[in-house]
């Protein structure tokens, strides 16, 4: 079992900028893609951003295409998401996740596909 334990989160104002951090332990980070989802108040937790192992291969939700950006170094276990541009509507808790082995497709964006989750980190964006 991998844990997670998500940074970086916390009251910007719209079109600024925040990047979170997730430290990922108890696992073989690099032999699983990665992804971060958030859900907002009231609503279902949403695909955001997802890399695959090594971290050539990215997948973006629209909304965020163009804004957002997922990395991640596989020599320090941690994988981040850098959101430029932000938005009141990106206001929402953020979750990072450690796929599930034996995936057939290389970058999973769907809740399923995603055996690990940490406990979120609040991004607020003001208008």
């Known amino acids: 079992q991998v844990q997670l334990l998500e940074s970086g989160g916390g009251l910007v104002q719209a079109g600024g900028s925040l990047r979170l951090s997730c430290a990922a332990s108890g696992r073989t980070f690099s032999s699983y893609a990665m992804g971060w989802f958030r859900q907002a108040a009231g609503k279902e937790r949403t695909f955001v951003a997802a890399?695959?192992?090594?971290?050539?291969?990215?997948r973006y939700a629209d909304s965020v295409k163009g804004r957002f950006t997922i990395s991640r170094d596989n020599a320090k276990n941690t994988v981040y998401l850098q959101m430029n541009s932000l938005k009141p509507e990106d206001t929402a808790v953020y979750y990072c996740a450690s796929a599930r082995g034996g995936l057939t497709i290389r970058v999973p964006t769907t809740t399923a596909d995603f055996a690990s989750w940490g406990q979120g980190t609040q991004v607020t964006v003001s208008s």
């Open positions: 890399i695959s192992q090594g971290g050539t291969s990215t």
